[in-house]
């Protein structure tokens, strides 16, 4: 074991004990060098404990189920493919290793760790945080400091997040499956029939030649390229997806050329592992060779050929149905019971057998990565391999574009990935509990550094209603990624598969959302540049226990507050306001100069809000911009923005934007437009733009004052110099 001091105040404690045995005993205090708790070593694994207060909360750990506070259950990072997040499923689809305690004496904690970890947070002992590392080969990293200061400083140290071009921040219409051009077509005719903006349809599996990768299934898309073409001029981007899992078949030329480069994973006798998933039998390419990562991206270039500027890879956990040895032997188990007289536990043992071929252990044991010279088992590894993809097609993308972004999402993830990807938070369900839990969990992934995150608006799996449907798109109108996903089977959820009432409450909701791109995309960049979050619980900004405990609020940037409505046939909810704040109800963006705010002292408020109405909360002498929505983002302009602000003194909002689609933004090629406002000794208000943008055209400003009155302000253009 050692402990080194980082450059940026953390502590790193790296082990690498090799089955030793010892206890070592540490300081509270990380500013001398230290760490606080106490480590454990035993059988080859590493525990590290620490006494948790009373009031003390712990943020973090990612995508994992249940609320922002993680004390009072047990998690563990190991990437699993399962759609049913129920509360007492301990491990969902990501690894995500980071969380904060925050408390009298605040830090966080890193693992850094690519096998299982187990985190009881307060469940066997609810005044104790234990973390287990199924292994000895490990760093931890800790941070002293409030919660805003470690986050921040992790963030700072693993590097800037992945960010999308800005097309990817509009609307996104998904559905297992829209199978051929005719489906496509029909729904790019429904957005505009309705006159619903839109900037992504997504292809299923069912785009593709029998589920193989890189292929296009040529009686469903004849000319797929000029396909691509002909929707790009309706506005829409096409999305297909890519799972990890590569047909086994001669003449499959992806297979083919894995097969010669040597690139797959194998068994123990170094043949390639073969398991099931959807197209049949396949092999997994071995990402964990740099190799195997160069030829797997570059794979995407056929697509990218073709005009495709954006994937989600998919089961890449990776998901396996079954082994042909894990089936062989369940199927024979199940034969052996044929004239048994099976009781109840008999029956039991037998059904497991079936269901527990899927993802099992015991395969991953087996399947065999090569790094470097050594044959390692993928069990060890595991939480790695979803990184590693996305990781393959980043990679891919820029040998293909340096310059340019592409949006891409991945399923299974882990710190690290960050840098490559955003990512979706899995197969959820309709079920208003996993709207809440997508509100609870954004603000851990984003400590992960995932800042281009979202969950399957209106729910993957189960049949959504309307009431859910809207109720989740006011909350999916405030995440980076807004796609509405859908699986086969259930009931249809694009807007006009409702009521004509319904229909209309959704396109006036994701017409907002186009008005809100200015702001999501600006505070989007400074959450990156600045390694801050986009969305954070209260306690980020503001101290105190209602601050802290607070589990159903999140902060949106600088500026806004979120309370979003999550149960059903709520009319309003219960909010805390940790200081003075005006409380809008949006409905619709034209109607905006007939929204009559409320002013909110600090404290405990009930707030209502109709099934139309989306709840929004601004900070005191805080400022947000709008903007006209459009038909889709690029079809979008600045020529005439709105600011709303609360001011009770002065305000300033520094919008930033760039090109919509190069890397310039990482060298400073950012577009600066800077709005003041300022409460004068008559008590009217003076405003100032001033820009670096040839786009901003006039500018209206709503200002509302202490007694939530609204003055109105319009700056005609030209406005740049």
Request: proline share 4%.
């Amino acid at each position: 074991m050692t402990v080194d001091r980082g450059n940026n105040g953390f502590v790193q404690v790296r082990y690498g004990l090799g089955g030793q045995t010892e206890t070592i005993k540490a300081s509270e205090a990380i500013s001398g060098g230290h760490y606080p708790g106490v480590f454990e070593t035993e059988g080859g694994r590493v525990r590290w404990r620490y006494a948790l207060a009373e009031s003390t909360a712990v943020f973090g750990l990612g995508e994992t189920v249940r609320g922002m506070n993680k004390r009072g259950y047990i998690y563990e990072s190991f990437s699993t493919d399962d759609p049913v997040h129920t509360p007492g499923k301990r491990a969902l689809y990501a690894a995500h290793n980071f969380f904060a305690v925050v408390g009298e004496s605040g830090f966080s904690v890193y693992i850094d760790f690519p096998g299982k970890v187990i985190f009881d947070i307060g469940f066997e002992n609810r005044d104790e945080i234990v973390v287990e590392v199924m292994g000895s080969d490990c760093d931890f990293y800790f941070f002293e400091g409030r919660l805003k200061e470690t986050t921040e400083a992790f963030r700072a140290l693993i590097g800037l997040s992945y960010t999308p071009p800005k097309w990817a921040f509009g609307y996104q219409q998904s559905r297992w499956s829209y199978p051929d051009e005719s489906a496509v077509e029909a729904i790019a005719d429904q957005f505009e029939a309705h006159d619903i903006p839109c900037d992504a349809i997504y292809l299923d599996i069912d785009y593709m030649e029998r589920f193989k990768d890189f292929t296009i299934d040529k009686n469903a898309f004849p000319n797929f390229k000029a396909f691509v073409e002909k929707m790009k001029t309706r506005g829409i981007k096409l999305v297909p997806i890519i799972d990890a899992g590569v047909k086994v078949e001669s003449g499959y030329s992806v297979y083919e050329t894995g097969i010669q480069g040597g690139f797959f994973c194998t068994d123990a006798e170094g043949h390639p592992f073969e398991a099931a998933v959807w197209p049949g039998l396949v092999h997994f390419p071995d990402f964990m060779n740099p190799k195997a990562r160069q030829w797997f991206g570059s794979c995407y270039h056929e697509l990218l050929e073709q005009g495709i500027e954006g994937f989600w890879n998919d089961m890449n956990e990776p998901a396996i149905f079954y082994t042909p040895k894990g089936l062989q032997e369940a199927i024979d188990y199940v034969k052996a019971q044929e004239g048994e007289n099976l009781d109840i536990y008999s029956f039991f043992e037998m059904k497991d057998k079936m269901a527990q071929i899927s993802n099992a252990q015991r395969d991953y044991r087996e399947m065999m990565h090569r790094i470097g010279e050594k044959k390692v088992s993928h069990y060890e590894v595991h939480n790695l391999y979803g990184y590693m993809m996305s990781r393959s097609a980043d990679e891919g993308f820029r040998r293909f574009d340096a310059n340019r972004r592409y949006l891409l999402i991945g399923r299974s993830s882990h710190i690290g990935m960050a840098k490559h990807a955003g990512i979706w938070t899995g197969d959820n369900q309709s079920w208003w509990e996993h709207l809440k839990l997508n509100i609870q969990m954004m603000p851990g992934l984003q400590m992960a550094g995932f800042l281009y995150a979202g969950a399957d608006t209106g729910g993957f799996g189960d049949h959504t209603g309307a009431d859910l449907m809207i109720r989740w798109m006011q909350f999916s109108l405030f995440t980076p990624l807004f796609r509405n996903h859908s699986a086969m089977g259930t009931r249809r959820q694009e807007p006009w598969a409702f009521d004509e009432k319904t229909l209309a409450v959704m396109r006036d909701i994701i017409r907002l959302r186009y008005a809100f791109v200015p702001y999501l995309y600006s505070e989007y960049m400074k959450a990156n540049l600045g390694h801050q979050l986009l969305h954070a619980p209260l306690a980020y900004e503001y101290e105190g226990e209602d601050a802290v405990h607070t589990e159903d609020q999140l902060l949106f940037g600088e500026s806004l507050m979120l309370a979003p409505i999550y149960e059903q046939n709520a009319i309003g909810r219960s909010v805390f306001v940790p200081e003075r704040m005006a409380y809008l109800k949006l409905r619709r963006y034209e109607d905006l100069e007939k929204t009559a705010p409320k002013i909110l002292s600090l404290g405990h408020h009930y707030t209502k809000a109709g099934l139309d109405e989306i709840p929004l909360f601004i900070r005191e002498n805080h400022l947000f911009v709008l903007s006209e929505p459009a038909s889709n983002i690029p079809a979008m302009t600045q020529s005439a923005l709105t600011v709303i602000g609360f001011v009770t003194d002065r305000a300033s909002y520094e919008l930033l934007d760039d090109d919509g689609y190069s890397r310039a933004f990482e060298r400073g090629g950012l577009k600066k437009t800077r709005f003041a406002v300022e409460k004068t000794s008559d008590g009217k208000y003076k405003t100032h733009v001033d820009t670096n943008d040839a786009g901003i055209g006039s500018v209206t400003f709503y200002i509302i004052d202490a007694e939530g009155k609204v003055s109105i302000i319009r700056q005609e253009s030209p406005l740049y110099a």
